[in-house]
């Protein structure tokens, strides 16, 4: 089984819709991340929490929010989406230590008409 | 401006081609990372590096952190290793660069 999981994988919606997307890890890791990642621009920052009561925002939290359910859990919300806000979204979580890897998601693609 | 710069964005190589791909940063770090990521989105660490060098079959990384530099390599080069290779580096957060997308042609 993967150790980041993220749904939905895909995900076509309308302006002004609220769209919640989850991730779940299982590596036990205290440390979540939701990034965007647009063509050109590489991976950016949205949200981050180092424990279940800590949430940071990253350089483009701006249209975001995020819930931390859990140790596991992660997610993040669209409140009233629009079209700029298409992109493939990763979650990712590591363990704080130093130099440790991040560990991705598989992605969610969103698609904002 | 980027904490971390890849150069080239693009790269298109022949088979069996020996493949550099360079990353410089600004800020201090604790290690830096190399990321595959695949056409089909999924992002997998390569190698994470604090000093010298690491060597994982055909693929090699090396870093030199008084120059604020690393390269990875790819020997004999494959058309599946076509990909977006993609350098990081963390400190108490990760930074990342743009990639750097690599085709292999048979």
């Known amino acids: 089984d993967a150790d980041v999981t993220q749904t939905p994988r895909n995900r076509i919606t309308k302006t002004g819709k609220r769209i919640m997307l989850e991730c779940s890890q299982t590596?036990?890791?205290?440390?979540m991340y939701w990034y965007r990642q647009d063509p050109g621009l590489g991976l950016r920052l949205i949200y981050y929490s180092f424990d279940v009561k800590d949430i940071n925002k990253g350089e483009i939290s701006d249209g975001y929010s995020v819930s931390r359910q859990a140790q596991a859990k992660f997610s993040l919300s669209l409140e009233s989406a629009i079209p700029n806000q298409t992109a493939l979204y990763f979650c990712?979580?590591?363990?704080?230590?130093?130099?440790?890897?991040?560990?991705f998601g598989p992605g969610t693609r969103l698609t904002v008409l | 401006k980027n904490e971390v710069e890849q150069s080239p964005q693009n790269l298109t190589a022949q088979e069996g081609e020996f493949i550099t791909i360079n990353c410089s940063y600004s800020?201090?770090?604790?290690?830096l990372h190399w990321l595959q990521q695949h056409p089909g989105g999924g992002i997998v660490s390569l190698f994470m590096?604090?000093?010298g060098k690491k060597k994982h079959g055909r693929l090699i990384a090396t870093i030199n952190i008084q120059e604020k530099h690393s390269s990875l390599h790819i020997t004999a080069s494959h058309p599946r290793d076509s990909a977006v290779y993609i350098c990081a580096v963390s400190r108490n957060q990760f930074y990342f660069g743009t990639g750097t997308s690599l085709t292999v042609i048979p």
């Open positions: 590096l604090s000093s």
């Open positions: 590596k036990g890791h205290d440390r």
């Open positions: 800020v201090g770090i604790s290690a």
């Open positions: 990712a979580t590591d363990s704080g230590g130093a130099g440790d890897t991040q560990y």
